[in-house]
């Protein structure tokens, strides 16, 4: 055989393998991916199909279905209709090889019921980690379009779920490649549609490297109709509204262990009694009464509206709302002025860095008076009485903070 004959008979040998390994790469890549998916603990999963882009580094998994072992669920876990993961060229140029995934219409369906076994939030796996068995680099970007998610309750038909409609948001630079060399947080944002027509938008920005939870976070809920709720307002608060809007504005930041933030619900033309359902329960008859009573006492004449702006301040491990400040901002929407229906962007993380010498002042302070008590226990054998008089007025509830 002549030797060019010989040359284009190896040619075509190597072009018909490769050619083979081709076709059949997605059925292994498939059964890889359904292999994983089965090797979950809690959860169960498959996949319909698998495409691959080799030229640009990826690989798309059409029909992603996950549902709870053994749990007797009308939806699924997670259900998507297209994942594509794939390596992110333009930071290659950055010296980094990373990745992204984009979910297309995702369907989340969050159920909590009175066992855990029933209950499927998903808090028994690490999908992180998941998400890396599925691709070999590290996720810098994560996008979803157009996803839906639900949330169930005890006592709550599924058509009754809450739901956010027309998800849409990314989470970018998770491995800070932008700038290795400085601090660079994540940033995220997504904008949705709670219960056909309320416009929901969450952002903010995040560590993922820090030891604690460090974050800024903001959120916006707007214009939700108080009827479209009336299922959970009968199940939990046996009440009906038959007309009114709702809407929450909510600022939080954490660094170092502490965390500080603001929740704003406001309630507007509403319309609030007690539900037609007959109560035998002394206590929810007199919840009943406390529901009308607040509708009415704590409206604002010239607005129509029932508001409170709520702070929270402290640890990560002891979290702990400020009641007195609560109930006094209640009063003055009611009397005073009506709040501003948005966010203040009075909350971020150079406010928690800058108050955390306060909390490091009253833990100092408490150890102090332990040793204060001690030194008194060593000295007289026994800790001396409080000086407080009787007839002193104690003071209730937990001390507030600016």
């Known amino acids: 055989m002549l030797r060019r004959n010989k040359v284009f008979l190896s040619i075509a040998i190597v072009a018909i393998v490769l050619i083979a390994i081709r076709a059949a790469l997605p059925y292994v890549v ?16 498959s996949v319909e199909d698998i495409d691959l882009a080799l030229w640009r580094g990826a690989y798309r998994i059409d029909g ?68 890396d068995e599925l691709f070999p680099f590290n ?10 998610v639900t949330f169930t309750a005890p006592g709550i038909q599924t058509k009754d779920a809450l739901k956010a409609e027309r998800v849409n948001g990314k989470l970018t630079n998770l491995t800070n490649v932008e700038d290795a060399n400085k601090e660079t947080f994540a940033q995220f944002g997504m904008d949705a549609m709670l219960l056909g027509s309320a416009p929901a938008r969450v952002n903010g920005s995040l560590d993922p490297w820090a030891q ?88 604002n004449e010239e607005e129509d509206q029932v508001a409170a702006r709520v702070p929270f301040t402290g640890t990560i491990e ?15 929407n009611a009397f005073v002025s009506a709040f501003a229906r948005s966010l203040e962007g009075s909350i971020s993380l150079r406010d928690v860095k800058e108050n955390l010498g306060q909390y490091s002042n009253d833990e100092k302070g408490g150890e102090e008076d332990k040793d204060e008590k001690k030194s008194r226990r ?14 002193e007025p104690k003071s209730f509830g937990p001390r507030a903070t600016n």
């Not at 059964?31 to 999963?45: C, I, K, R």
């Not at 259900?79 to 060229?89: F, H, P, T, Y």
């Not at 996720?139 to 839906?148: A, H, L």
């Open 212 to 299: 604690q939870p460090t974050f800024d976070v903001n959120l916006e809920v707007k214009q939700v109709s108080l009827p479209n709720v009336n299922p959970w307002l009968r199940q939990y608060i046996k009440a009906d509204a038959e007309s009114g809007d709702f809407e929450l504005f909510l600022e939080i930041a954490a660094a170092e262990g502490k965390f500080k933030g603001y929740a704003k619900p406001i309630l507007r033309n509403v319309d609030i009694t007690s539900s037609e359902e007959k109560e035998e329960n002394p206590l929810r008859k007199l919840w009943e009464g406390v529901v009308e009573f607040a509708a009415n006492v704590f409206e």
């Open 139 to 148: 996720f810098n970007t994560i996008e979803v379009r157009n996803g839906t």
């Open 64 to 131: 992603i279905r996950i549902v709870k072992r053994d749990a007797d669920q009308e939806v699924p876990f997670f259900n998507s209709e297209r994942m594509d993961l794939s390596v992110q060229w333009r930071n290659l140029f950055k010296g980094s090889l990373v990745a992204e995934v984009l979910f297309v219409q995702p369907v989340l369906n969050l159920v909590q019921e009175k066992s855990e076994q029933d209950s499927q939030l998903g808090e028994e796996e690490d999908w992180q980690a998941q998400l």
């Open 318 to 332: 002891n979290p702990e709302a400020s009641i007195w400040p609560t109930i006094v901002s209640v009063v003055r």
């Open 30 to 45: 498939k059964d890889y991916v359904n292999n994983t998916l089965h090797g979950l603990e809690a959860y169960d999963g």
């Open 378 to 391: 060593d000295a007289g054998g026994k800790e001396k009485s409080s000086t407080k008089r009787p007839d």
